[in-house]
Nanobody, 124 residues
Framework: QVQLVESGGGLVQAGGSLRLSCVASGRTFSSVGMGWFRQAPGKEREFVATITASGGSTYYADSVKGRSTISRDNAKNTVYLQMNSLKPEDTAVYYC?????????????????WGQGTQVTVSS
């Protein structure tokens, strides 16, 4: 069992930055791929970024590529999402998720564990 707790969301002006954090419980964190997803009101949950268990490989949605960086610190059981040059369309609840395998994935159905989400609001 893995429990995930996100933090770092908030209200920011367009062009600003936020760093989201997700702390995982359990001793298997370093063995699992992680992902960030987001869901805006009235929209489906969408992929944002993913990272492999070792942190050696990452992948981003086109909508955030070049503006966001996913990273992890396995010693701290934490995955991060650094978001820069934020836009109003980035407004959403952001969720971190853990897989049952070492690879990352863009498909939310491949993730077994989810956090409760953290709200990000970008004002224009």
């Amino acid at each position: 069992q893995v429990q995930l707790v996100e933090s770092g969301g908030g209200l920011v002006q367009a062009g600003g930055s936020l760093r989201l954090s997700c702390v995982a419980s359990g001793r298997t964190f370093s063995s699992v791929g992680m992902g960030w997803f987001r869901q805006a009101p009235g929209k489906e949950r969408e992929f944002v970024a993913t990272i492999t268990a070792s942190g050696g490989s990452t992948y981003y949605a086109d909508s955030v590529k070049g503006r966001s960086t996913i990273s992890r610190d396995n010693a701290k059981n934490t995955v991060y999402l650094q978001m820069n040059s934020l836009k109003p369309e980035d407004t959403a609840v952001y969720y971190c998720a853990a897989r049952g395998s070492r690879s990352g994935s863009t498909d939310p159905s491949y993730y077994s564990y989810w956090g409760q989400g953290t709200q990000v609001t970008v004002s224009s």
